[in-house]
Structure formats: structure tokens, C-alpha cells
């Protein structure tokens, strides 16, 4: 099974930017994709961005489009999430995933492996 480290998470101010990592290892040639989901409190695990890894494939969730840019390092085995123009309603545990197989990629079951999480805080 993979493994997840992800860094980069904080406090921001509206309008702000933040930049989350995530570094892979373990079995990574298992998994063809890599993102993130969040959870905002009170709500269920959503699906933010992933990237089918070495062939620069990407979906993005509607709610980030034009904000959010999810990236990778295949060498590094490591995906990147460039948040811009952050909103209070990013508030959220946004957690590094890695999975394969079939079906829509925002499905939650579709990855083994998740990072503990790290906490996005956007004040107004």
C-alpha cells in the first residue's frame, strides 16, 4: 500500500494562496492517479483534483476551477495543489489520495490510500 506525507496547510486570509504537497511512497507503480479530497465540517469527503500520474491527466472540481491547480513531480512521486484566490468556504481537512481502477475519479472508494489530512483555514 502506498504511503502519504502531505505539508503545506495553514491559515490564510481571503484572497490568499496556499500550496499543499504531497509525497508518495511505497508500491506507487500500483496507483495510477493522485490527488485531493476535502472534508469541510459537517459535510462528506469531497473530490478537489487528481492527476492520473505520468500522463499530466487532470479533473478538477467544478467549485475550484480557475483557482486550484493540481500538479506533479512523477520523478518525485510527489502532487502539488496550488490554491489561489482562497474563500472562507475552503475551510477544510484536505487529504492526499492515491488509487486506481475504475469509475468517476471524485469516487471516494476508488483509492486506497489517504494521508492523515491537513487543515486549510481561510478568515474573511
Known amino acids: 500500500k502506498v504511503q502519504l506525507m502531505e505539508s503545506g496547510g495553514g491559515s490564510v486570509e481571503a484572497g490568499g494562496s496556499l500550496r499543499l504537497s504531497c509525497v508518495a511512497s511505497?508500491?506507487?507503480?500500483?496507483?495510477?492517479?493522485m490527488g485531493w479530497f476535502r472534508q469541510i465540517p459537517g459535510k462528506e469527503r469531497e473530490g478537489v483534483a487528481i492527476v492520473y500520474t505520468g500522463y499530466d491527466i487532470t479533473y478538477v472540481a467544478d467549485f475550484a476551477k480557475g483557482r486550484f491547480t493540481i500538479s506533479e513531480d512523477n520523478k518525485k512521486h510527489t502532487v502539488y495543489l496550488e490554491m489561489n484566490n482562497l474563500k472562507p468556504e475552503d475551510t477544510a481537512v484536505y487529504y492526499c489520495?492515491?488509487?486506481?481502477?475504475?469509475?468517476?475519479?471524485?469516487?471516494?472508494?476508488?483509492?486506497?490510500?489517504w494521508g492523515q489530512g491537513t487543515q486549510v483555514t481561510v478568515s474573511s
Open positions: 511505497g508500491p506507487t507503480w500500483l496507483d495510477d492517479s
Open positions: 489520495v492515491s488509487g486506481g481502477g475504475g469509475g468517476s475519479w471524485d469516487r471516494l472508494s476508488r483509492y486506497d490510500s
